[in-house]
């Protein structure tokens, strides 16, 4: 399969996921600020990596992370429903923290510019 094709399925797998994460009724993921920050499927379309980041933190992303999980088979089975694939991928969802620190990095950067203005 074309890298493009890749591409563009990665795409779309991530928005209908997002989607997908809105209508869970699981109080694990429901209750979160649930960010898919990224998604990597196999040239072959059999696995799918997608790495979950939550904005309270990891520790809420890692119990999300099993809420996403109890639920994967009906996540899937959704997935398939509304993307035409001929195969879809087994998911495996990880947790990171990378949108609790990109937020530091960006309250850091925020303060040594209100330094920078008290210092004029």
């Known amino acids: 399969m074309a890298s493009h094709r890749i591409d563009r399925t990665t795409e779309d797998i991530k928005r209908e996921l997002t989607a997908i994460f809105r209508e869970l009724k699981d109080p694990r993921v429901q209750n979160v600020l649930l960010s898919v920050v990224r998604v990597e499927v196999t040239s072959d379309l059999s696995y799918c990596k997608v790495y ?8 809420k992303a ?3 992370v099993q809420g996403l999980k109890s639920a994967a088979g009906f996540i899937r089975h959704e997935l398939g429903g509304r993307l035409s694939l001929r195969h879809v991928p087994s998911l495996q969802f990880l947790a990171t923290d990378s949108i609790e620190y990109s937020a530091n990095i960006s309250r850091m950067l925020h303060d040594l510019r209100s330094g920078d203005e008290d210092g004029e």
């Open 52 to 59: 979950v980041s939550a904005m309270e933190g990891l520790s």
């Open 62 to 64: 890692k119990e999300a």
